[in-house]
Structures are given as C-alpha cells and as structure tokens.
C-alpha cells in the first residue's frame, strides 16, 4: 500500500483530517494474527495494524491463555496477511508476558522474520525463544503481547 506524499504546512494554514492522515498514516485495522506451535483452544487472540508512510508498518498483537492453550515449540506470531518485512537489516520489536499467578511481567524483545514475530526473548538466555515453559510454563490467564514499527518490502 502506498501512502500520499504529507502535504506542504505553512503557519497560519488549515489543516483537515485527510492531510493529517497523510503524515499520521492510515486507520488503524484489526488483524487475527496466526500462529505457529501453539494450539489457541479457548484463549483468545487479537492485533491490529497501521500503514505509516514509506513501507513502515506499526503491529501489536496479543495472545491471552485459556485453559486449553497448548504450546509444542517455539512460539511464532503472523504478521497481518500480505505483510512482508525487509530483512537485510534485522529488526526487532518489543515483547511483553505476563504471568498471571503470581501476577510478574517480563519485558523483552523479538527478532523479526519476513512474515512473524518469530523469536520473543526474555532477559539473558540461551533459549531460541517463548514456548511452553521459557519464560516459564504458561498458564491459563497468562498474556503474550507484542508490537513494533517495520520497514516492509
């Protein structure tokens, strides 16, 4: 998708909501996000996205628990459907967990593929990424949440 070029500001111009949607970006649009290597069950997902100008896209999405959610591997979120991240230069976004007992958050980081949220880390680790028990074995109630801005093909 393509965004217009931000119009010319000058003082004492009027500016209206199409020329600031120009050079805020597009309307924000909610995404189910896919998954790899984990079984939603009765959790619940959601995300959203917003075209900014210059190939940049911003993504959050977020996987809450149930009680029947199952991880077999390393967690892998989708990016929003047709989304294909530029990745001669890594990019990274931010991740947050949330354990919900005893209720602890951990903030971390995730490595970028083309197309998922592919690598959440925690803190220091050797482990390649969030799965059934890293950062620590996830739980009914328990959230994934992840977001950043990314340059696109």
Request: aromatic share 10%; proline share 7%; with cysteine.
């Amino acid at each position: 998708m393509t965004q217009p070029v931000p119009p010319n500001f000058y003082a004492g111009s009027f500016v209206d909501a199409d020329d600031l949607q120009g050079v805020a970006g597009g309307p924000k649009t909610p995404y189910i996000p896919s998954l790899t290597n984990l079984s939603i069950g009765n959790g619940t997902r959601v995300g959203w996205y917003r075209w900014m100008n210059s190939g940049v896209i911003k993504v959050l999405a977020q996987i809450v628990w149930g009680s029947t959610t199952t991880v077999a591997g390393v967690i892998e979120i989708g990016l929003p459907s047709g989304v294909t991240l530029d990745v001669t230069a890594p990019q990274l976004g931010v991740a947050l967990g949330t354990d919900s007992a005893p209720f602890t958050r951990f903030a971390g980081l995730t490595v970028m593929s083309a197309t998922t949220f592919s690598r959440m880390i925690f803190g220091s680790t050797t482990s390649t990424g969030a799965n059934a028990t890293y950062p620590w074995t996830w739980g009914n109630g328990d959230a994934l949440i992840v977001c950043g801005e990314f340059h696109t093909i």
